[in-house]
C-alpha cells in the first residue's frame, strides 16, 4: 500500500452562479465555482434542495473521469460510483462536488497513454509512474474550502478512498462516517479494481 499524502494547493475559488437542475437522480441546485467566470473547467456542485445543514451533511467529492461518468467506459468504476452517489444523495438530501481532476489529476491525454501501457501489461499505478507522474495526483483542498464556504462543518462521506477520508480528517470538517460504496466489479475492470484494493490501499 502507498503510503497516504495531501497535496494543498491554492483554492481561491468563489461562488459564480447557482441554477435549479432537475435529473433523474433527484432535483438539485448546481453551483459553479470557479477563480473566474472565464473558467472552462470550473467545480460543480450538485446540493439537494432540501439539504439541512443542521446535522451532518452526506457528501461524496468525486473526481471527473470523462469515459466512466459520461460514456459509460467498463475499464474503471467510476460512472457506476457518480450513479451510486447520486442515488445515496437523493436519498440523504446531501450534496456531490464534482471536481475537474481527469485521470486521477493527470489530464484526459495522458490518461489515454496510461491505457495504453496498461493494455501491454502495466497496471493503473505502474502506467502511471511510467508517464512521470505520482500513482494519485489529485488533491481535496478545493473540495474542504467549499465544504466550508457551504457553511458544512459535519459531514458522512460516500467513499472507498483513504486519502479522501484523510483530508477531511486534517481539516477543521468532522468527519462522522463513512458510506462504502459497493458497486459490483465488470470482467472488464476486475484487475483495475484489485489494484486500487491492493495498491491504493482503498477500502472495497
Same mark, same amino acid.
Given at each position: 500500500m502507498l503510503p497516504l499524502r495531501i497535496i494543498y494547493l491554492n483554492s481561491d475559488v468563489e461562488k459564480q452562479v447557482e441554477a435549479h437542475i432537475p435529473t433523474k437522480n433527484g432535483d438539485f441546485d448546481i453551483i459553479i465555482y470557479a477563480d473566474s467566470p472565464d473558467d472552462h473547467m470550473p467545480t460543480l456542485v450538485f446540493r439537494h434542495r432540501d439539504i439541512d445543514l443542521s446535522k451532518p451533511v452526506t457528501v461524496r467529492i468525486h473526481s471527473e473521469c470523462l469515459t466512466g461518468d459520461i460514456f459509460g467506459s467498463k475499464r474503471c468504476d467510476c460512472g457506476a460510483q457518480l450513479n451510486e452517489s447520486l442515488r445515496i444523495i437523493n436519498e440523504q438530501k446531501g450534496i456531490l462536488i464534482y471536481l475537474r481532476q481527469e485521470g486521477r489529476g493527470i489530464g484526459i491525454i495522458n490518461k489515454m497513454k496510461a491505457y495504453n501501457?496498461?493494455?501491454?501489461? #502495466?497496471?493503473? =499505478?505502474?502506467?502511471?509512474?511510467? #508517464?512521470?507522474?505520482?500513482?494519485? %495526483?489529485?488533491? &481535496?483542498?478545493?473540495? =474542504?474550502?467549499?465544504? !466550508?464556504?457551504?457553511?458544512?462543518?459535519?459531514?458522512? @462521506? @460516500?467513499?472507498?478512498?483513504?486519502? !479522501?477520508? %484523510?483530508?477531511?480528517?486534517?481539516?477543521? @470538517? !468532522?468527519?462522522?462516517?463513512?458510506?462504502?460504496?459497493? @458497486?459490483?466489479? %465488470?470482467?472488464?475492470? !476486475?484487475? &483495475?479494481?484489485? =489494484?486500487?484494493?491492493?495498491?491504493?490501499?482503498?477500502?472495497?
Open positions: 501501457l496498461q493494455d501491454n501489461g #502495466l497496471d493503473t =499505478v505502474d502506467a502511471n509512474i511510467h #508517464l512521470g507522474f505520482q500513482p494519485d %495526483e489529485r488533491h &481535496y483542498e478545493l473540495a =474542504v474550502t467549499i465544504l !466550508k464556504t457551504m457553511g458544512i462543518d459535519s459531514i458522512n @462521506i @460516500i467513499t472507498n478512498n483513504p486519502e !479522501k477520508i %484523510e483530508a477531511i480528517e486534517h481539516s477543521d @470538517i !468532522k468527519l462522522v462516517s463513512r458510506i462504502p460504496l459497493i @458497486i459490483p466489479p %465488470e470482467s472488464e475492470n !476486475k484487475d &483495475y479494481l484489485e =489494484v486500487k484494493k491492493d495498491k491504493m490501499g482503498h477500502l472495497m
